[in-house]
């Protein structure tokens, strides 16, 4: 059975409820004051009880919702249009894999291996610029 969401109108806040479809528009019990309450439209969703500009769900967890997804904090900083950072995870930095890390390592060695040559020879250091940054 599908989860709807209900706005209980005395307790001013929005919860959810289990209903079999073919009840879906039947009003629900409050699971605070259990009174009846009506089924919430998705689109009437920012027209309900604001806690700091997000409605509120009751039982009263102390969450926000943002898209109809409930958070814990509302969004702060700067995130994308429509997105929350509790939801919208940003993606974690693409590890290097173990052949990357070998040659990177391999080439390092190779680098002290010239360096240290051209010390003993008496040539300057070679300094390669064009080394890309993101080696290291
Ligand atoms: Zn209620």
């Known amino acids: 059975m599908p989860v709807y969401e209900y706005h209980c109108k005395p307790c ?8 079999p479809i073919a009840k879906a528009s ?17 689109s009437s969703f920012a027209a309900f009880t604001m806690r700091d500009g997000y409605p509120r769900s009751i039982p009263d967890r ?8 409930e958070v814990k904090r509302p969004v702060t900083g ?7 950072p509790e939801i919208n995870k940003p993606e974690p930095r693409r590890q290097k894999s ?8 391999e080439r390092k060695r190779l ?16 300094i390669d610029r ?6 290291d």
């Not at 039947?26 to 998705?42: G, H, L, T």
């Open 12 to 19: 001013d806040g929005v919860f959810e409820a289990i209903h």
């Open 26 to 42: 039947d009003p629900a019990p409050c699971p605070v004051c259990k009174k009846k309450a009506q089924r919430m439209p998705p």
């Open 62 to 69: 102390g969450t926000y919702w943002h898209l109809e997804k």
């Open 78 to 84: 700067s995130v994308k249009m429509n997105e929350h």
């Open 98 to 105: 173990k052949g990357e890390r070998e040659i990177i390592g």
């Open 111 to 126: 680098e002290a291996k010239e360096s240290a040559r051209a010390r003993k020879d008496g040539m300057p250091e070679i």
């Open 130 to 135: 064009t080394k890309r940054s993101d080696d």
